[in-house]
């Protein structure tokens, strides 16, 4: 998408006309010359901070290897650090790219080598508020930590500081080219030019644009600039240079403070008002950054933990309700309002940090993660942020820049691009009152719900009653056969939203609204099946043209309808059976269309890649439908992905063909992380919730090597409840506390209360899948469950496995009289839980392979 100019909107033009005249010689200067001046306030020293603690205990931390071109992100309310492991990285004071490309250079005392610092980066080690890159060298180590902090200064988002400890003098360059870009699709002013301001303590320098009433400061403590090309040089661009010596007897226990702060009016962008607050910004670093780890401890103490045999699921839960949270971003400039942006990678050469600024359908697919794990709060701020950007005739925002506000944002295409995130709006709502019975918040929020509704129900050209693309894109956003008229995406949507406006029009005693919405949802659940499913096939089409006729590619979009739980395909078993395939499965997740389309392309965006957020979708589909060890699967996909690229976080897409994410995927991803959390409480723990009645329903689907499984802090209404489950004997037994009269209740046939505790009848015999994602660059290989039946004496599995290959599944006996007899070879050894061998027939690719346990 190309850059799109602003209007100016500037006062006072003859002050700025005297100010350009002041400054026209530096117009014929490179970027990177620098001019040097006096500060006005010489007595404004920055002090190098002493050393403080960074770790705090409890805190969740990963430690790795660095993999140098792979990404990290540092992300706040108000800013960005996005990187690579080898310590190179951009900084964000939203929505300003202040610098990017920072590097370091150590010279040290008596040795006569230059030495590139980052290219010895060895550990990234990554904790909620804090990411920190060691560098490790024979007479150096440097820790470089980057903090994005909840509540800096106004004017700042970001800092970075440098510990140092060496056996000789270094001295340290730091190199990084200034940017000062405002986010896309804002008007760039061109670069900037650069001044040194001296003080009594070093300097810093000061990023000037064409105004004066925008600029940026950068500064450490007791640095010197580097290069300082003279007016009279031939013009050239150099990189900006912060030079700091360090004598390791002195210095062992300081720190080296990167500060960055910008003002946007003539006040703030003033040289006085920007060293002002680089001075504050250097004062409170110590207790910024204590903020930031007490925000995120309390985060984790006040919403949904879990804890299981799997230690690295457990890890991988908690890391993406931190992702999520990390991705709070106040709007500008006014901060006013948060939301939830979309994800986060480096920039490059462009001012579009991967998405990092508000998406309608992004945000409210991660809702349902939100609303599961507690944080209420950001629930209603991220609707309202919606809400107050509804069009008049109702329709919800697709996206809002960071930027929105510095030009005519709805007169572009991309405000309301999509279709999908007003029946999305309904629908994330009601799930919202289900877990926290806030029937105010709907009352209050009522006509703008009722004009949503409105224009979901009016967008229907032909007739059939379901909604469709007329107004925007369902999914896709490109489709080689032609785009579509209405996709089953879009439907399966309408149809849940109507079902949820019906939920939210009873709360609010709208009864006939409530009649007429459920009425509109059984209609549209026959529509599809007599308009989508295609017997002939087996499977539902993608989606229906205007004339009747359908796109018939195999696609795991029928996912959808399965994701409040109040809707199910009636045909869906054979499908899902292809999805589960490697047709569709990967061992990293599933692709969106099957490899055997005509236009399938694995690095493609819409053909044929994997989105871990299709994944989710696919994964609480299976759960929902029965096809768990499949469910689990796809689960676990999701989690162990949360290290393999940016530590913490999960990655927005992947190769179809080979396990390496795109270069282009967006390393830190909303969503992506959104769909660890909601299969795993939804579907594994088989959890739904009504707080109306003050009931937890659970169904439970634990892996048949659990013996065990803790909630911690399950949200409903105002409160929070503990919940314990283990297996005793033929039963899973939950118990519950922490809540008054809560009601424990499942779904599962012959689950019963007895004194206070939930009884849940296990099967006489489970069977297991393990997990693991492959090694990178691998094609897939592992073992795929097709299909699954449970009888009253009998599991019968169908399985695919590369040919000649052996492969291993988990066997549990819950029935201790039982004897399990199989199809397999040896027979099976009667024991409480074993694991059993199959071996797949020789020939080429994938083999299917029917199992059979029987009791």
């Known amino acids: 998408m190309s850059s799109l100019p602003a209007p100016l909107n500037r006062t006072q033009v003859s002050s700025t006309l005297r100010a350009l005249a002041a400054r026209i010689a530096l117009a014929t200067i490179p970027a990177a010359l620098v001019t040097v ?30 993999v140098p071109w792979k990404p990290f992100t540092v992300t706040g309310p108000r800013g960005a650090l996005l990187g690579q492991q080898d310590g190179v990285f951009e900084a964000w004071v939203f929505p300003w790219k202040i610098f990017s490309d920072l590097r370091i250079r150590a010279d040290m005392a008596d040795y006569p080598v230059p030495i590139a610092v980052n290219e010895y980066a060895s550990a990234i080690e990554v904790e909620p508020d804090h990411t920190t890159i060691v560098y490790s060298h024979a007479n150096f180590t440097i820790r470089e930590t ?152 309390d985060f984790l103490a006040s919403h949904v933990a879990i804890e299981t045999p799997d230690q690295g699921f457990d890890d991988a839960f908690t890391w993406a309700e931190l992702s999520i949270d990390q991705l709070r971003v106040e709007t500008t400039p006014s901060h006013q309002e948060t939301a939830l942006a979309a994800g986060f990678t480096g920039s490059g050469d462009s001012a579009r940090p991967g998405f990092g600024w508000f998406f309608g359908r992004d945000s409210l697919w991660t809702l349902y993660a939100v609303n599961s794990y507690g944080d209420f709060s950001l629930t209603k701020s991220q609707l309202e942020f919606l809400i107050h950007r509804q069009r008049p005739d109702g329709k919800i925002i697709h996206e809002w820049s960071q930027t929105a506000d510095t030009l005519d944002w709805k007169s572009l295409p991309y405000a309301f691009a999509s279709a999908d995130a007003t029946p999305l709006l309904l629908m994330a709502t009601a799930d919202y009152l289900s877990i926290s019975n806030d029937v105010a918040f709907i009352a209050a929020n009522w006509d703008a719900l009722q004009k949503a509704w409105n224009f979901e129900t009016s967008h229907d050209s032909d007739g059939d009653g379901i909604y469709e693309n007329t107004e925007g894109t369902g999914w896709v956003e490109s489709w080689p056969p032609g785009m579509p008229h209405q996709e089953i995406y879009l439907a399966a949507l309408d149809q849940q939203a109507s079902s949820a406006f019906s939920r939210l029009a009873a709360a609010v005693g709208h009864a006939d609204l409530a009649k007429l919405a459920s009425d509109r949802a059984s209609h549209i659940k026959d529509q599809i099946e007599k308009e989508y ?323």
């Open 37 to 66: 001046a006096l500060s006005q306030e010489p007595n404004l020293e920055f002090p190098v901070t002493p050393a403080f603690p960074l770790h705090a205990p409890g805190a969740p931390s990963i430690v790795r290897e660095t």
């Open 146 to 297: 980057l903090v994005a902090p909840q509540n800096g200064p106004d004017g700042t988002g970001v800092f970075a500081f440098f510990q140092v400890e060496a056996v000789r003098p270094l001295t340290l360059t730091f190199q990084f080219t200034p940017e000062m870009k405002r986010m896309w699709p804002a008007f760039f002013d061109g670069p900037p030019s650069p001044e040194w301001v001296k003080t009594l303590a070093g300097g810093f320098y000061v990023l000037h644009l064409n105004f004066p009433d925008q600029a940026a400061a950068i500064a450490m403590p007791q640095s010197v600039p580097g290069i300082m090309a003279p007016y009279q040089e031939r013009p050239k661009n150099y990189p900006l240079e912060l030079v700091v010596h360090v004598d390791p007897a002195k210095d062992r226990d300081k720190i080296f403070p990167l500060l960055i702060s910008v003002g946007e009016t003539k006040e703030t962008a003033n040289t006085a008002a920007l060293e002002a607050k680089l001075k504050s910004l250097n004062a409170a670093l110590d207790q910024l950054y204590q903020a930031n780890q007490k925000h995120y401890l």
């Open 533 to 855: 499913f295609l017997p002939d096939k087996n499977y539902y089409a993608f989606s229906r043209n205007a004339d009747g006729t359908t796109d018939d590619s195999l696609t795991i979009y029928p996912a959808v309808a399965d994701w409040e739980g109040t809707f199910t395909l009636a045909h869906s078993g054979p499908m899902m059976a292809r999805w589960a395939s490697d047709e569709i499965s990967t061992d990293w997740g599933t692709r969106d269309l099957s490899k055997r389309g005509s236009f399938y392309d694995p690095i493609s965006y819409h053909q044929g890649s994997v989105w871990p957020l299709f994944t989710g979708w696919v994964s609480l589909s299976e759960y929902r439908t029965g096809h768990t060890l499949s469910g689990f699967a796809h689960l676990m996909q999701n989690a162990d992905l949360t290290w393999a690229q940016n530590p913490g976080a999960v990655t927005e897409l992947l190769s179809g063909e080979f396990f390496a994410p795109m270069g282009r995927s967006t390393s830190h991803q909303l969503w992506s992380s959104a769909m660890v959390l909601t299969p795993a409480l939804r579907g594994l723990f088989g959890l739904r919730w009504d707080a109306a009645r003050n009931a937890l329903i659970f169904s439970p689907n634990l892996p048949a090597t659990w013996d065990w499984a803790k909630l911690h802090r399950v949200p409903i209404g105002a409160g929070r409840a503990e919940i314990e489950m283990k297996r005793s004997g033929s039963m899973l037994e939950l118990r519950a506390s922490g809540i008054p009269g809560l009601n424990l209740e499942s779904l599962t046939p012959g689950a019963r209360v007895v004194r206070g505790t939930l009884q849940i009848p296990l099967p006489p015999v489970e069977v297991g899948v393990s997990h693991g994602l492959p090694e990178p660059g691998s094609v897939t290989s592992q073992l795929k469950v097709l299909a699954q039946e449970s009888g009253d004496h009998s599991i019968t599995l169908r399985l695919a496995a590369p040919a000649n290959s052996v492969q291993r599944l988990s066997l549990r006996i819950n029935a201790p009289k039982v004897k399990v007899r199989s199809n397999l070879n040896p027979p099976i050894p009667q024991l409480p839980l074993q694991e059993v061998t199959v071996q797949f027939p020789e020939d080429k690719g994938y083999e299917e392979k029917v199992v059979t346990f029987t009791w």
